[in-house]
């Protein structure tokens, strides 16, 4: 008989540990984690071209920018490794152990639900299933339940402890499915003698006389300190009408009630105005769900209100404090940080969910802020599924398979990755790349070399990947080789490898898609006094193909009736650097779907930007990166000339 949730949740507990005990102790070798820095974003969305005001601004803040010693983060990726990141350091930032103010997570819920992306394109509204990552890392899909749900939370809390102040606190938010469950974990992470509050969030609920219970109205919020010299400032919220009503205008005409002195001595007046207002207790009744219609509303499933967010972080959090959120969702915590004056860092392994707070951001004029990633997993959901002495030459050998190559010889691929066809007097070299990094153009030169050399040379070479610099459309076209291909693994194959049942059921039915590509217009400079105009204009996005996308066959034909038909309309987001060194990705200039400031369009980005930057002598290395609605990103560059006097 199986043990029971109870008898399972010491080991659980133990094994988190063991597994974050572990994390902490790599972070001093050479191979521990670290963040590449994808965008450094300077909030500037296109508005309307008669709008003075916005660039002046736009000008101002690309004049400050780098200017201050901290720079927020919005980081992509597993949680587990992003928290691995921080307390290891960077040469931008050192580590952060002990110096974060303030932990606030929603995680989810165990709550069984099917989370599934709606993506509305012009005259279609598609359902996109969670990648296999998503599913792997934080699904409620995983095959021992609520074991599982413990299993991926007890390490992230045990980091967590580790990145917080001695003068910190943390805030889980939970419901009904695991709360009892997680309190546990809390009090062995952190100590039940260190618990400060199980605070109710009591929100509006739909209430049925057919339910066969109470209706649910509330969430709970878990508050456990450091230590004992955690940062704290008292709340208060306005008076209830029947406190108001004791209070009476005395001879002054100033409001003010008589209260009996416990010390002694008679009366005492009170004056309203000295007053600050009732003290928020632990039953929070005056906050309401995210309002359909409200203006901080973006269409996420689980997102909370800026007012939650906003109590949680007055209360706990000094001024230029940092807050930490690893769940970052929606993007509430790191827009109500931003609002409040304090730092910030969130991460989120959902490419929408990062989307999503990447465009908030931008909408509320946010502070410069940096996007960062730690990389994609599917060596960890391949060893999830296979074991965990499986490595990437066991992965490399199964996609190889299922592409229709066999072994190159053991003594000429060390590392397993390569593969051969010869069909029809045709000798093609198959290079699968590894899953842990993105392919990028040193890795199409090296499969070209080995074309070239390995065996006595090849007629062609294929380069499959899993994750891809957004640069590769515009390197391959670069590059110029007809005797190249590069394809795309499909993102799902490992979950697929899953529900089929093995390879050799799958073996003909997987199909590597080739890239997406984005192309403009010849970019144009013109002058006027100490500044430029850069006119950039999109000409056309190619998305790779529909079957690399997690859809079902009627969700693919509404896709390929958008792409044949309006190409453009497949971006979610494109952004401008008018320097671009070939490392950073300095972002002055972005649009976004729902950015209705310029043409009233929200289904759709312009496909022109006018940016306005400082006068430069000589060339101007101008690079454009798109995202498409599902999260795939493309990148192109155009030196473009000074103009003559």
């Not at 980091?159 to 419901?175: A, C, N, P, Q």
């Not at 105005?273 to 005056?286: K, N």
């Not at 404090?321 to 989120?348: K, Y």
């Not at 310029?598 to 022109?608: H, I």
Request: with cysteine; hydrophobic share 40%.
């Amino acid at each position: 008989m199986s043990k029971s949730l109870l008898e399972q949740l010491p080991r659980i507990v133990a094994d988190g540990r063991a597994q974050a005990e572990r994390i902490l102790e790599g972070l001093e070798g050479k191979h521990r984690i670290g963040l590449q820095t994808r965008e450094w974003v300077l909030p500037s969305k296109d508005v309307s071209a008669g709008d003075w005001i916005a660039q002046a601004e736009r000008r101002a803040r690309l004049g400050e920018a780098g200017q201050d010693d901290w720079t927020n983060r919005l980081i992509y990726g597993d949680n587990l490794l992003a928290m691995a990141a921080l307390l290891a350091g960077d040469e931008r930032t050192p580590s952060l152990r002990g110096k974060v103010d303030l932990i606030y997570i929603d995680p989810p819920f165990d709550s069984k639900a099917d989370y599934r992306t709606k993506v509305t394109l012009p005259g279609v509204e598609l359902e996109q299933r969670p990648t296999v990552i998503e599913q792997f890392a934080y699904s409620d899909t995983w095959s021992d339940g609520t074991a599982s749900y413990l299993a991926m939370i007890v390490p992230r809390l045990v980091l967590m402890r580790e990145l917080l102040s001695s003068t910190g606190s943390i805030y889980v938010h939970l419901d009904w499915h695991v709360s009892h469950y997680v309190k546990v974990a809390l009090d062995e992470v952190f100590g039940k003698e260190n618990l400060r509050n199980e605070v109710v969030w009591s929100y509006f609920g739909f209430k049925r006389s057919t339910a066969r219970k109470f209706p649910q109205k509330h969430d709970l919020i878990f508050s456990y300190a450091k230590s004992d010299e955690y940062f704290w400032k008292t709340q208060f919220k306005p008076h209830n009408p029947d406190y108001l009503k004791r209070f009476r205008p005395d001879e002054t005409g100033r409001l003010c009630r008589s209260d009996v002195n416990p010390t002694g001595g008679g009366s005492r007046k009170i004056y309203l105005d000295e007053v600050e207002g009732d003290i928020v207790d632990s039953v929070w009744d005056d906050i309401p769900p995210v309002n359909p219609v409200a203006n901080e509303r973006v269409d996420y499933a689980t997102q909370k209100p800026e007012k939650l967010l906003d109590r949680v972080i007055s209360s706990s959090c000094p001024e230029n404090g940092l807050v930490l959120d690893i769940f970052g969702g929606s993007g509430t915590t790191a827009a109500s940080a931003e609002r409040l004056g304090r730092r910030w860092i969130t991460t989120d392994l959902g490419k929408p969910a990062c989307m999503i707070m990447r465009k908030r951001l931008i909408d509320q004029g946010a502070k410069p802020f940096l996007y960062q990633a730690v990389g994609d997993y599917q060596v960890e959901a391949a060893r999830s599924h296979f074991g965990r002495s499986m490595r990437i030459g066991d992965l490399s050998e199964i996609v190889l398979s299922l592409y229709g190559a066999l072994p190159v010889p053991a003594e000429e691929n060390p590392l397993r990755n390569l593969g051969q066809i010869v069909f029809g007097g045709k000798k093609t070299l198959v290079l699968a790349d590894s899953p842990s990094k993105l392919t990028g153009v040193a890795t199409l030169r090296k499969a070209q070399a080995l074309r070239d050399s390995l065996m006595g040379g090849w007629d062609r070479v294929v380069v499959l990947g899993w994750n891809f610099e957004p640069s590769i459309g515009d390197d391959i076209g670069k590059l110029a080789d007809e005797r190249l291909e590069v394809l795309v693994i499909p993102p799902d194959l490992i979950d697929r490898l899953k529900k089929k049942g093995g390879i050799e059921k799958l073996r003909g039915q997987v199909r590597f898609s080739s890239l997406q590509y984005l192309s403009l217009k010849p970019v144009v400079r013109e002058r006027s006094g100490e500044e430029e105009t850069l006119k950039v204009t999109l000409a056309n996005y190619v998305l790779l193909s529909p079957e690399a996308i997690n859809l079902d066959d009627e969700n693919r034909v509404k896709l390929l009736k958008v792409m044949n038909a309006e190409p453009l309309a497949l971006i979610e987001y494109w952004a401008v650097d008018p320097d671009y060194d070939g490392q950073v990705f300095r972002s002055v200039w972005q649009d976004y779907r729902g950015n209705t400031a310029n043409d009233g369009d929200a289904l759709r980005v312009v496909a022109r930007a006018d940016v306005v930057v400082p006068r430069k002598a000589g060339d101007r290395r101008v690079c454009v990166r798109a995202v498409d609605v599902f999260g795939f990103e493309a990148e192109v560059v155009q030196v473009v000339a000074e103009p003559g006097p």
